[in-house]
């Protein structure tokens, strides 16, 4: 699914509007049912009071569009509307007046703080002041109406945004925005959602396709892509009746020191859950039998080096590359690291101190196959591309940093996000139980058995990704977040691969 910019969903609107010969009025009237669909459904008529405070642009419109349906279906609706500028949206003053037409409660306009009604912890508040077209921070009283609004234990919930977010530019996180509950978004997420620092303001968020021009959704360039069950669905390559393991690759991991063989098990593991044909632990020598014993399933070769990796000998032919997990950095690691490399012509994965020392020896990055995985967190990855100002700083560094080394990069977060080229992909499976140790080890191992298979790179990279966070999701409902752990997520690939076959759930039908 793409995700367009402010600026994009105005001219999408518009084009619509121009194509279809619906009016805007209408459009918003279709829109409002919509959405007073999706609350009916929750709130099956129940005598709740609902508070919608209302901006003068469309949004605000919006907020009256569905005032009226919710009213009209017997609702216990107040509506607001904040007063502060003459400068009104004509869809704003249409539906103000269409109001009329099903309450004798005129909206009340607000103008100051001594205006701000009394809030209840049972109130639901609809948030349709601002949307796509805030273009500065909210002051004023507006300000204190937010931090009024964000104060009350109610409900809130977002129209398209919450108010004060900005959908795809960098803003002071500082100034006033609503913290919705849940937040309903015209056509397309917004990029702000999937951002660390802005994310938090939707609560969950869930997507209202409005039937925007399909001609213009289609030709857009999209400022990011989420990946959904479908597109995952169809990245999956069913295996082959006559098959035999030689068909779906070799996994050697190299990875592993002294304390941390753990993350030389869970990669290697990783591997073998995710389908790689054979897979193969480079390790340092007293790992050997850590190895051997924990995972039956794969061979191993030692180093020389007793407690690192300080070598890389082996006469197999046709390897997937996995390094970096628990390597270590010293002298000897780095130049067994820079020897494997020099040795691969395939994409490689990158996790963790292989990371490291990439950053420490800028004259490696020679030595990387073109389309190679790296998968940063966001300390490795600040030592990859310095500091950055703000989320967006973030990305463009990262897509900086992929064109001129020609890599995928693996941006590893709560929405992980693969950036190849100036093209990024958002993933929407994972939870807050996948923080915890070794989980990026895990997905190390996936990305490497999905490149064994011959998944093309960036395939590797966004499917990995979906099914680690996949895998988790299906974890927790056993295990819940705090039960969560490494292991646990790697032995759920599988399911998560069963689950791009579940049949859709049936939608409740509408009264
Ligand atoms: N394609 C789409 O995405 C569609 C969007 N619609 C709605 O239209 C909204 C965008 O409408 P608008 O462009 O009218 O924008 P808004 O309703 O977000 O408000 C913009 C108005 O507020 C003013 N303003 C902006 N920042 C302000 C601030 N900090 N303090 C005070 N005033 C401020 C602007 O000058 C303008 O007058 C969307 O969020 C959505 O709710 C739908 O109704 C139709 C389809
Ligand atoms: N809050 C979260 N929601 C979803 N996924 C998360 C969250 N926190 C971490 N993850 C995922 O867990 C993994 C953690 O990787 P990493 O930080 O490298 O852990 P480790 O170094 O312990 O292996 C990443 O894939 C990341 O996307
Ligand atoms: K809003």
């Not at 999706?38 to 919608?52: A, Y």
């Not at 070799?250 to 990875?255: E, I, P, R």
């Not at 966004?462 to 490494?486: C, M, N, P």
């Amino acid at each position: 699914m793409k995700i367009l910019s402010a600026q994009q969903l105005a001219e999408a609107d518009q084009s619509t509007i121009d194509k279809n010969q619906i009016s805007s009025n209408d459009l918003m009237g279709h829109i409002a049912k919509l959405i007073f669909d999706k609350i009916h459904q929750r709130l099956q008529g129940s005598p709740v009071p609902i508070k919608i405070f209302c901006g003068i642009g469309k949004n605000g419109g919006d907020g009256l569009a569905l005032a009226r349906q919710m009213i009209q279906h017997g609702y216990h609706v107040t509506t607001y509307v904040t007063n502060c500028s003459k400068k009104r949206a004509p869809e704003f003053l249409y539906h103000y007046d269409k109001i009329k037409e099903v309450t004798k409660d005129w909206p009340i306009l607000l103008s100051c703080k001594e205006d701000f009604p009394d809030l209840h912890p049972q109130d639901i508040i609809i948030d349709a002041i601002f949307g796509t077209g805030i273009n500065r921070p909210i002051d004023g009283w507006m300000a204190d109406l937010v931090h009024y609004l964000n104060k009350t234990p109610a409900f809130k919930l977002a129209i398209d945004m919450p108010s004060g977010l900005y959908a795809n530019t960098p803003q002071d996180i500082a100034t006033p925005i609503i913290q919705a509950q849940h937040t309903f978004s015209f056509e397309t997420p917004k990029l702000s959602f999937f951002l660390s620092q802005t994310g938090k303001f939707t609560g969950t968020f869930e997507v209202v396709q409005i039937g925007l021009d399909p001609e213009y959704m289609m030709k857009a360039a999209p400022l990011a892509q989420i990946i959904t069950p479908d597109a995952a669905k169809s990245m999956y390559k069913p295996r082959d009746k006559f098959s035999h393991k030689g068909d779906y690759g070799h996994v050697l991991t190299m990875a592993g020191s002294k304390g941390k063989v753990g993350a030389a098990v869970l990669s290697n593991s990783a591997a073998l859950n995710m389908g790689a044909g054979k897979v193969t632990a480079y390790i340092p020598a007293h790992a050997n039998v850590i190895l051997q014993s924990s995972l039956p399933e794969i061979m191993t070769i030692s180093s020389l080096g007793e407690n690192f990796i300080t070598d890389f000998e082996h006469d197999i032919k046709d390897i997937t590359l996995c390094v970096g997990p628990g390597l270590g950095t010293g002298d000897d690691v780095s130049s067994a690291f820079a020897k494997a490399l020099s040795q691969q012509s395939l994409p490689v994965v990158i996790d963790a101190d292989g990371l490291n020392i990439l950053s420490d020896n800028s004259d490696y990055w020679k030595l990387i196959p073109k389309n190679s995985i790296l998968t940063p967190h966001d300390g490795e990855l600040e030592k990859l591309i310095g500091q950055w100002k703000d989320d967006y700083d973030r990305l463009e560094k990262a897509k900086k940093l992929s064109i001129d080394k020609d890599v995928i990069l693996v941006l590893k977060g709560a929405h992980t996000i693969a950036v190849s080229g100036k093209n990024l992909y958002i993933n929407d499976t994972g939870n807050p139980g996948m923080a915890t140790a070794g989980s990026g080890d895990v997905l190390s191992g996936i990305i490497a058995g999905l490149l064994a298979q011959k998944y093309d790179a960036l395939t590797a990279a966004v499917f990995g990704v979906f099914l680690h966070g996949r895998a988790g999701d299906i974890a927790s409902q056993t295990y819940a977040h705090e039960g969560l752990k490494a292991s646990i997520i790697s032995n759920f690939v599988g399911a998560a691969i069963l689950d791009l076959f579940r049949p859709e759930p049936q939608q409740p039908q509408q009264q």
